[in-house]
């Protein structure tokens, strides 16, 4: 019996001998990918989510309504490290649902993020003095051109 232990224990320090740093390489990825999976296993997702996880969590959760952009929430609302999640009701129309104890947080981003939004809408816009500018242009613009309409009507009539 001790003589069969022997020869194994021989025969595995012979496969071992003959290991590549390539078959190494992959038994040591295959043990850490099983460590890394182990220990996700247990964390809750962080961020956004979908909203099936964020529900699974066994939680209270709360909503607001966003329309617009949902890539310039999701910037903010990483800054704030707020846990959420979207759920389309409509064209560019969105229900933003999160963790009813991060309300405060949600509300700071929620802030900013209008803010942000209000800052784009003003940037796009060109300021009235300026319309009322651009106007007055196009008016004086036409104004000759009516005049000479009104003159060749005149003309017109006088040769009769």
Request: hydrophobic letters at 35%; proline letters at 2%; glycine letters at 6%.
């Amino acid at each position: 019996m001790q003589e069969q232990i022997d020869r194994e224990a021989i025969a595995i320090t012979a496969r071992a001998s003959k290991l590549t740093a390539q078959t190494l390489a992959k038994a040591l990825n295959a043990v850490l990918r099983k460590i890394q999976k182990s220990h996700d296993a247990g964390q809750a997702p962080q961020g956004r989510q979908s909203v099936k996880s964020l529900m699974s969590q066994n939680v209270s959760t709360s909503t607001i309504e966003i329309s617009g952009d949902r890539g310039l929430f999701d910037r903010v609302a990483r800054k704030w490290n707020v846990d959420y999640a979207f759920r389309r009701t409509g064209p560019q129309k969105y229900l933003l649902l999160f963790k009813a104890g991060q309300t405060d947080a949600i509300t700071a981003a929620f802030a900013e993020y209008t803010k942000k939004v209000m800052g784009r809408a003003r940037g796009r816009q060109t300021p009235i003095r300026e319309q009322v500018n651009q106007a007055a242009r196009q008016a004086e613009r036409q104004r000759p051109q009516e005049r000479e309409r009104t003159r060749d009507r005149g003309a017109a009539h006088d040769d009769r």
